[in-house]
């Protein structure tokens, strides 16, 4: 097992520095960007207060830009050329925008590599997981985390956090010009900050909860339309219609309704939020006409005022909802850790196998306490055929999980060639042991493909010599476009035995000196069946082979078979000797042999 980062766990901050790497660049340059545009929308209203007071009127140049009138040719100069301000002005608007500009094409930028970064990590960092993890956490879960978890992390930065600093940026340097220019006023504007932050970070609190519950119920409406959908078949056989119909008005209009409420409580924030916003401009507009009659502030410091808090209330408004989307993101980023922070498996090198398969007293239990297998110890020589019989449950699959390390055995030990397995990397055990499940998964693509899976570079030829030794080149040649044929979702539909066939040929073309059947014959007839443990005995004959079934006929012809009960091994032995014994083998033997000729093939 390996970890990713060795010896420490990452916390929020880390796992967002981490993501971050590569992208960190571009979202600072983003960030230089807009603080550049900031500057700039506060270099306008001092200029048009420099404009009313010393140019239009007659008030003295403020000592903070007397230097830069004379060297541009002194106030008497601009009153006959008031084109220069014009100019100036213009240039502020058109820096304005090409700062814009580019702020918001870096921002998109680097989001598009923090989310690629984001991607790529999570993808294969999930590939490298063990399947334990993978088993402990729902598909729906890992795919929303992957999802809308890394959308909502991506968002954050790419609006959020930088807005936040654009935004401190702002109010600190528009609350620096208003005090400079006049501290009363200044503080009558800031003395209302602290209220309307306080609002929107409050009110979005309440309505995040609302979305987050609008976003759950429209879930549950997706999922009934999923179910429905799926089902149809189950649906139209049991006359189902009305009643699913039924279920997805009844929370169709639950979820609308939760709709309507949560809008009912935005258009009320909205409405107060701006009342309190004109209440504030307001006070400023009064207190600055007092001031201006009594003299202390002139008519181009209340305009430049007025610029200034405008540009101030917005951003303050905006503060509320950032402050309050900190924590979802947070929420965000710890699940997205829990992945970076699960261990990962090591793969280490392939390296060839050969020898006996030993179990020596192995236990195993999912859940503690709950033991799914006890006491398994049977040896498998080299090149010989184990034959595995069992009902449903009795722990089958699980045997061939451990002999595949997906699982560690809880008690005893697994030995290959003498080695425990536990001590063999993955990629030797599993590039040795070719295991074919009761499920071939198919993939969507062509037929073909789904067979090569697993080898690079798998000739035509050898693709068809797989599909042959697994009885299935028959049904592909049947095909319209026989390998090329396209299967899966959007192709051709392959029956249950079909599927299992394509599964055996993906595993047969890797041509391992293990192979083992879990169950991978049980939607195939018998004929069938039979034809494929033929092929095996001609074509592999060194390779060490474990059938598992609940079909005698499957197993009888193995050199040593072993009847597992309630994950224990029952008995053991050859079909003659296990027949002799008179035990659960020969019950089920019996009652498999004598039904009638065409039943013989289903399950038991
Ligand atoms: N991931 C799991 N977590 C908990 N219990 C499991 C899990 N997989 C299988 N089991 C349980 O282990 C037992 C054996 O399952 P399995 O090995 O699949 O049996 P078989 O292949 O013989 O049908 C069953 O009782 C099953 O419910
Ligand atoms: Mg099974």
Known sequence: MKEVFPGRKLSKRGTLFYLLRGSAGVFIASIIAGALVTVLSLLVPEIINFTVDSVLGNEPVSDGYAGLVTAIG????????????????????????????????LTTYANQIFMRRTRDTLFSHLQRLPLSWHVQHRTGDIIQRCTSDADTISNFVANQLISLFRILLLMLFSLVFMFMKNA????????????????????????????????????????IAQENFTGVRVVRAFGRERYERDRFETQNTYYTGLWTKTMRLLATFWTTADCLASVQGLSIVVAGTVFCVNGSLTTGELIAFIFYNTMLVWPVRQLGRII????????????????????????????SLSGDI???????EYEKGKPVLSDISFTVPEGSVLGILGGTGSGKSTLTYLLDGLYAPTKGEIYIGGKRISEISPATL??????????????????????????DGAT??????????????GNIEGFANGYDTVVGERGVTLSGGQKQRVGIARTLLRKTPYLIFDD???AVDSETDAAIRANLNEKFKGATVIIISHRINTVMHADNIIVLDGGKIAESGTNAELLEKGGIYKSIYDLQFQLPDELKGGAV
């Open 74 to 105: 002194g106030v008497g100069y601009l009153k006959e050329n008031l084109w220069i301000i014009a100019v100036a002005l213009l240039g502020c608007a058109l820096l304005t925008a090409a700062f814009t500009y580019a702020r918001m094409f």
């Open 184 to 223: 009363r006023l200044a503080a009558i504007a800031s003395a209302f900050i602290p209220f309307i932050v306080g609002y929107s970070f409050i009110f979005h609190l309440r309505v995040r909860k609302r979305f987050k519950k609008c976003d759950e119920e429209e879930g549950v409406l997706s999922t």
């Open 324 to 351: 309050s989307n900190m924590s979802k993101a947070g929420v965000s980023l710890g699940r997205i850790g829990e992945i970076l922070n699960g261990t990962e498996e090591d793969y280490g090198e392939k390296q």
């Open 358 to 364: 030993e179990f020596k007293g192995v236990g195993f």
């Open 430 to 455: 599993r590039s040795n042991i070719g295991l074919m499940l009761q499920d071939g998964h198919i993939y969507s693509g062509t037929i073909g493909e789904n067979i090569a899976l697993a080898v």
């Open 460 to 473: 035509e030829a050898d693709i068809k010599q797989a599909a042959k030794e697994a009885c299935i080149d």
């Open 520 to 522: 991978s014959l049980s």
